[in-house]
């Protein structure tokens, strides 16, 4: 074969392979982690959780494409405690990852195409990717009020070889930033930063995750921060 030929065809097979899994209900991956609670004096609380990201059918649809329920559910070692947290999202053919609500109930809309939902991980994952999308939540059935507005800024990275409790794995880090402030009622102004960093195996998902997320009141003041760690254990698929 002729250089170029190679190089295509290296090409084909990267992106092939760099698809993201289309998850089905049913699908399951499991986690361990540690959860932290910052308060605005800096007092750190952490607590060992185990985890398990869940997969489920739904009868919804929004904008006649059906949406699939996806499930975190976090239990605490101490004392076996869980908190599930629940949100829709559809995928596309390739693999392209959209969410539809987020873990309130409230719906995301794209406000540069007026649109629900917005990109959670594009595919195939390309390193170097980046997008940039401002976006608002509003709920039923009053949509054309937003609850919150904010900007939402998505990279992918260079896959590097990593080890966690499911195995070593070359993963790609999608890196998404998250500034939102609350536009109604009395928490107006009230502002949250997110920095979400997931190191994707594609035909698997997410195998090790990073959250922070820092809280500042209406009147501008620093009120705590969470963060969150975890690193996956088993799948069933």
Do not use: C
Request: proline share 4%.
């Amino acid at each position: 074969l002729a250089s170029d030929e190679v190089f295509f065809l290296n090409s084909v097979f990267v992106k092939k392979t760099n698809a993201l899994r289309v998850f089905k209900a049913g699908n399951r991956i499991k986690y361990r982690g540690v959860i932290s609670s910052i308060a605005s004096d800096g007092t750190r609380t952490n607590e060992h959780v185990t985890a398990k990201r869940e997969f489920f059918e739904s009868e919804n649809k929004v904008d006649g494409k059906p949406v699939l329920l996806h499930q975190f559910t976090l239990r605490l070692n101490s004392d076996g405690n869980e908190f599930p947290e629940a949100s829709f999202y559809y995928q596309t053919e390739d693999g392209t990852w959209i969410d539809v609500t987020d873990t309130a109930g409230n719906f995301i809309v794209d406000s540069s195409t007026n649109t629900f939902g917005v990109l959670g991980y594009p595919s195939p994952l390309v390193p170097g990717y980046e997008q940039e999308i401002p976006f608002r939540l509003v709920s039923l059935p009053n949509i054309s009020t937003a609850l919150a507005t904010g900007t939402f800024h998505l990279s992918v990275s260079q896959a590097r070889g990593m080890s966690v409790p499911l195995g070593a794995f070359r993963a790609l880090l999608v890196t998404s930033t998250i500034d939102l402030e609350s536009v109604v009622g009395e928490s107006a102004g009230a502002r949250l930063e997110v920095v979400q960093e997931h190191w994707v195996v594609p035909h698997i998902g997410p195998v090790k995750i990073r959250f922070s997320q820092r809280s500042y009141d209406n009147r501008g003041n620093y009120t705590g921060t969470y963060e969150s760690q975890f690193e996956a254990v088993n799948i069933n698929f």
